[in-house]
T-cell receptor, first 115, second 118 residues
């Protein structure tokens, strides 16, 4: 069965420092991977996706993610964190067998950036 | 990016009443929309997949007679919570699938609806 794991419930970073939010996946076949961010009482905002091609994917707000097939990981990164980046981050993988575009989400990681 | 709206953003209703939530894709046509439920500090739980012009596909454990879904056009899907009870109180989020070449489509999410049933 396909699954996504975000091993950290919370990540704390000082403003200006680099940040990493971890994600690992388990799929059969080629993965289609996504990162979304959710601010309090809001829906999810799309950050970036990996379908194929370059392993380093650049997205919105200065975020990027690195696809690593051998480690089955898709970690989200940003070189210099901002206080405004504090939010809940979700990694997701496309559910391939159903072919409906359905996503399987990780449990989410709360990013706290302190001034 | 593509924009998805959701209305209302917040609703408070009495137990036993029905509540309708609308989800619209504003700048693209979505043959597929999804309805999620989210509990505080938890991940999203997919409730159903809504397909334009056909019946919705419900996830296991979701009561289709309680959560009625209608996807009448390529830009509008509605979720009706029938005979709502306090345990239905939650944050409901919709998403719309923006078509793309094989495998490249992306889900864009609405801002969510906070339902409180008294």
């Amino acid at each position: 069965a396909q699954s996504v794991a975000q091993p950290e419930d919370q990540v704390n970073v000082a403003e200006g420092n680099p940040l990493t939010v971890k994600c690992t996946y388990s799929v059969s076949g080629n993965p289609y991977l996504f990162w979304y961010v959710q601010y309090p009482n809001r829906g999810l905002q799309f950050l970036l996706k990996y379908i194929t091609g370059d392993n380093l994917v650049k997205g919105s707000y200065g975020f990027e993610a690195e696809f690593n097939k051998s480690q089955t990981s898709f970690h989200l990164k940003k070189p210099s964190a901002l206080v405004s980046d504090s939010a809940l981050y979700f990694c997701a993988v496309r559910h391939i067998p159903s072919n409906t575009g359905k996503l399987i989400f990780g449990q989410g990681t709360t990013l706290q950036v302190k001034p | 990016g593509a924009v998805v709206s959701q209305h209302p953003s917040r609703v408070i209703c009495k137990s036993g009443t029905s509540v309708k939530i609308e989800c619209r894709s504003l700048d693209f046509q979505a043959t597929t929309m999804f309805w999620y439920r989210q509990f505080p500090k938890q991940s999203l739980m997919l409730m159903a997949t809504s397909n334009e012009g056909s019946k919705a596909t419900y996830e296991q454990g979701v009561e289709k007679d309680k959560f009625l879904i209608n996807h009448a056009s390529l830009t509008l899907s509605t979720l009706t919570v029938t005979s709502a009870h306090p345990e239905d109180s939650s944050f409901y989020i919709c998403s719309a699938r923006e078509p793309g070449a094989r495998g490249t489509d992306t889900q864009y999410f609405g801002p969510g609806t906070r339902l409180t049933v008294l």
